[in-house]
């Protein structure tokens, strides 16, 4: 059964970005403060996607770049039937860059005591679920009738 056959571009745009919608009201990431060492840290906060989604793009000053996961789905999605195989390259990079989250510590935080992230809610790996899942639709796509245009055409030898 192949999957690229049934596909309808617009069912799956619909549901991708209603899930990365969805992700935005849950808790994202728990934030909590340690005190005496890790053995004495305390949940103490969470911080929702709607939120992440607002001020994440300055994380980047935090050597973060997982909150630029949102733009290259953004265009992914927009590509997905102009341009399959960029589509592909941006979902896996999407996919790439959310996974950069496991790699920060600590949440942006203009001011005010550090907090450290102390665990991933459920709107984080809705949001994360999003992009594995266009990342696999991208693979999936049929770039044979793209691809095939850029082939050379064989010289015709006169026999049928």
């Known amino acids: 059964m192949s999957f ?5 571009i617009l069912k799956v745009r619909v549901l991708l970005v209603s899930l990365f919608l969805i992700a935005l009201p849950f808790d994202a990431l728990y934030t909590g403060h340690c005190y005496w060492g890790p053995t004495s840290c305390e949940i ?6 709607y939120h992440i989604l607002l001020v994440g793009a300055l994380a980047i000053f935090d050597y ?3 909150w ?3 733009v290259t789905f953004i265009l992914a999605l927009c590509l997905l039937k102009r341009s399959p195989t960029l589509a592909i390259k941006l979902s896996i ?17 203009d ?10 809610g459920p709107g984080f790996y809705i949001w994360l679920l999003a992009f594995v899942l266009c990342a696999f639709v991208c693979l999936r796509l049929p770039i044979t009738s793209h691809s095939s245009s850029l082939r050379p055409k064989r010289a015709s030898t ?3």
């Open 64 to 66: 973060c770049p997982a």
């Open 68 to 70: 630029y996961a949102n």
């Open 44 to 49: 103490d906060g969470a911080y929702q996607g």
């Open 93 to 109: 990079l999407t996919v790439l860059l959310a996974l950069t989250t496991f790699l920060c510590d600590e949440p942006w935080n």
């Open 4 to 8: 690229s056959g049934d596909l309808n």
């Open 158 to 160: 006169g026999r049928p």
């Open 111 to 120: 001011g005010g005591p550090t907090k450290y992230i102390m665990g991933y």
